[in-house]
C-alpha cells in the first residue's frame, strides 16, 4: 500500500506520477471516485433504441446538444418503422444542430431499417450484434450494453476517455480499441462501465482540452502531463 501524507488538508498519497500505471491507477480511481459520485451517462432516453440513437448522434457533438435535439426528435419518431419511413431530408433538418448530420441520417435510418428486418424490432444485446448496425463500433456498443442491458463487456473510449487515459500515462496508444484494451488489462472488470463517466466529468469540468485546470486538479501529483 502506498503511504498517505497530509497535505493542505487532503490525504495525498507519496506516489508520484512516474510510478507504474497499475501502482496508480488505484490512487486516481479513489479520487475520480470522491470527486465526482454523480457520474453517469448524460443522455436522456427511454428505451434501448433511443439510448443507441442518441448514442449515435453524440459523437462529435455534446450530450446537452444531442439531448436539446432528441426532446423534440423521440416525440416526433416513436418507433422504429418511424425512423425507417422518415423524410430524409426532414430528418436532417431535425438532426442538423448535432454536427455530421447527413451521415447521423444515413447510418440512424440504415439501423433502424435493420433492427426492423434482421433482429425483429429489437435492439440486440451483445457486442457481436450491436456491431454490425451501421455507424456503430464498440464505443457506442458499450454504451449501449451498459445503460439499457446492465451489461459489461468493455470500456467506452470517447474522445475525453482517450484524451485522459493519455495524459494520465494509462496507455500510449492512440487507436481507441487499442486503448480500450490497455485499460482492460489495468482496471478491475468491476469498475469498467463507472470508469469511462469519471473520466468524461473530469475531462470536462478540470482536464479541458484546450485549458487543463492543473492546479485544481485531484490528480496534479500523480499525473505525467501535470503543468503544477
Known amino acids: 500500500m502506498p503511504t498517505m501524507a497530509i497535505v493542505g488538508g487532503t490525504r495525498r498519497t507519496k506516489l508520484d506520477a512516474s510510478a507504474p500505471p497499475e501502482r496508480r491507477f488505484g490512487v486516481i480511481w479513489r479520487r475520480l471516485n470522491n470527486e465526482y459520485p454523480g457520474a453517469e451517462c448524460a443522455l436522456k432516453y427511454s428505451n434501448p433504441h433511443e439510448m443507441l440513437f442518441s448514442t449515435i448522434l453524440s459523437a462529435q457533438c455534446t450530450d446537452v446538444m ?14 422504429l418503422q418511424d425512423y425507417a ?6 430528418f436532417q433538418k431535425d438532426i442538423y444542430a448535432t454536427g455530421f448530420f447527413r451521415q447521423k441520417t444515413k447510418n440512424i435510418q440504415a439501423t433502424a431499417r435493420k433492427l426492423l428486418d434482421e433482429f425483429d424490432g429489437q435492439v440486440p444485446n451483445t457486442m457481436e ?17 451498459g445503460n439499457s442491458f446492465g451489461k459489461v463487456e468493455g470500456i467506452a473510449v470517447d474522445t475525453h476517455v482517450k484524451r485522459l487515459s493519455r495524459k494520465l500515462g494509462l496507455t500510449k496508444n492512440e487507436d481507441p480499441n487499442k486503448i480500450e484494451r490497455d485499460l482492460m488489462e489495468l482496471v478491475p472488470k468491476s469498475k469498467w462501465f463507472r470508469l469511462s463517466y469519471l473520466l468524461i466529468e473530469h475531462g470536462r469540468a478540470v482536464c479541458i482540452a484546450r485549458r487543463p485546470k492543473c492546479e485544481d486538479c485531484v490528480l496534479n501529483d500523480i499525473c505525467p502531463s501535470s503543468e503544477v
Open 66 to 79: 444531442v439531448n436539446k435535439v432528441t426532446v423534440k426528435l423521440f416525440e416526433k419518431h416513436r418507433t
Open 85 to 90: 419511413s422518415a423524410d430524409t431530408a426532414e
Open 129 to 145: 450484434e450491436l456491431v454490425t448496425l451501421p455507424g456503430v463500433a464498440r464505443k457506442t456498443a458499450n454504451i449501449v450494453l
